[in-house]
Structures are given as C-alpha cells and as structure tokens.
C-alpha cells in the first residue's frame, strides 16, 4: 500500500513536469485476485445448503475479509501491467512506470484507488482502455480528493488542503459552530499551554 509521502511526492513531481493526475476505482477490488492455495468457509447466512449443512464451501477467488486477499488483488493487478511494458518502481513496489522515448506514465496503486498521469494524453487513454478491459473501474477523472486530502489542479501549481477532513472531525465531535483561530494564535495557546504545564 502506498504511503502519503510517495503520493505527495508524486503530486510534486506532476507539478514540476506539468501534467495532471487522474483517478479511477477499482469495484469490488479483492474479488479480482486469485488464490493459490486451498481456502474453505463455512456457509454464508442466506446461502446454506440444507441438505449439506455441516458442508464448507471452497473458494476459487479471493473474499472480502479474507487475509490472502489484498496481496493476490496486489499481484494480479501488478501481472497486468507488467505485462502492459510498465516497469514496477524499485523503492516503492506501488508505483509502475512506463516510459516511450520522451513520453512518461506513471501509475500509484493505493488498494482500490489508481491515480495516474502522462506526459501525453493518449497514454493516459491507453492505460484506462487497458485497465477496463480486465477490471470493472469507475473513472473517477481529474484527481480532486484523496487520503483525506482536497487537490486543487491549477496552471499555478498544486494546492492542498484538508477543509473537508476537518469538518468531518468538528462534525464527529459536535463542535462545527467553534471559533476559528489563525495558526499563529494557535501556535500562542499551545506555547501558553506549555508553559503552564512546566510551571506545575
């Protein structure tokens, strides 16, 4: 799985060279991979066999919930592109790269999410015909949130932010109608806070 970091450094290096990064998901993602080795479950609620019920059923791919799961969905998706010329990124295993001549792709893998972007347009449709033609995805366009994060796509550059998430978390705790604060008089609070403490 990859990590923040690598998706911020990949919004970096899309931002220095100039081009945008797309978004697509993969439904039903585990359900794609394969398994290699002999794995039996009880019968699901709504799915017994009354004449068998002391049966178990063999599974021929990966569930939901099931440990092997997100790895064999990692390797059947990473099969795919390999086989597509995409070379798989030596540091971080989560990031393919394609690269023709001057024309450069590159692909992040976070579970079920892709995000993507090319130097050329029509690298980027060859990637998401591909892409379609072995899983079921939903095109989700021009990458806007991801892993928490707001991403604003400009000519300026790219901005982040975290608007929404905080929202979320003031909505959790009930406290949307709190005052807002600037970050300095924040930072005066925590530094007051701290004295305090020392103090005691």
């Known amino acids: 799985m990859a990590k923040l970091e690598v998706v911020r450094l990949l919004l970096a290096f899309s931002c220095m060279i100039g081009f945008k990064l797309f978004q697509m998901d993969v439904r039903?993602?585990?359900?794609?991979?394969?398994?290699?080795?002999?794995?039996?479950?009880?019968?699901?609620?709504?799915?017994?066999?009354?004449?068998?019920?002391?049966?178990?059923?063999k599974l021929k791919k990966a569930l939901y919930g099931l440990?092997?799961?997100?790895?064999?969905?990692?390797?059947?998706?990473?099969?795919?592109?390999?086989?597509?010329?995409?070379?798989?990124?030596?540091?971080?295993?989560?990031l393919f790269i394609k690269k023709f001549k001057s024309v450069i792709i590159l692909v992040q893998i976070y579970v079920d999410d892709i995000i993507f972007g090319a130097t050329n347009d029509s690298l980027c449709e060859e990637f998401m015909a591909a892409m379609?033609?072995?899983?079921?995805?939903?095109?989700?366009?021009?990458?806007?949130?991801?892993?928490?994060?707001?991403?604003?796509?400009?000519?300026?550059?790219?901005?982040?932010?975290?608007?929404?998430?905080?929202?979320?978390?003031?909505?959790?705790?009930?406290?949307?109608?709190?005052?807002?604060?600037?970050?300095?008089q924040c930072l005066q609070a925590v530094i007051w806070m701290l004295t305090w403490l020392e103090q005691q």
């Not at 993602?29 to 019920?53: C, K, R, T």
């Not at 440990?67 to 390999?82: D, G, H, I």
């Not at 994060?149 to 975290?162: A, P, R, T, Y």
Request: proline share 3%; glycine share 6%; with cysteine.
């Open 132 to 184: 379609q033609g072995k899983f079921e995805m939903s095109i989700m366009g021009e990458l806007s949130f991801f892993l928490r994060l707001h991403v604003k796509q400009s000519k300026d550059g790219i901005f982040l932010n975290q608007t929404k998430y905080c929202k979320e978390i003031l909505k959790e705790f009930e406290k949307e109608k709190c005052k807002e604060a600037s970050t300095h």
């Open 67 to 94: 440990k092997q799961a997100p790895k064999q969905w990692y390797e059947r998706l990473s099969n795919v592109l390999l086989s597509h010329s995409y070379a798989r990124g030596k540091i971080d295993k989560t």
């Open 28 to 57: 039903s993602a585990f359900l794609n991979g394969f398994i290699n080795e002999e794995v039996y479950v009880s019968q699901p609620p709504g799915f017994e066999d009354h004449q068998h019920l002391n049966h178990v059923y």
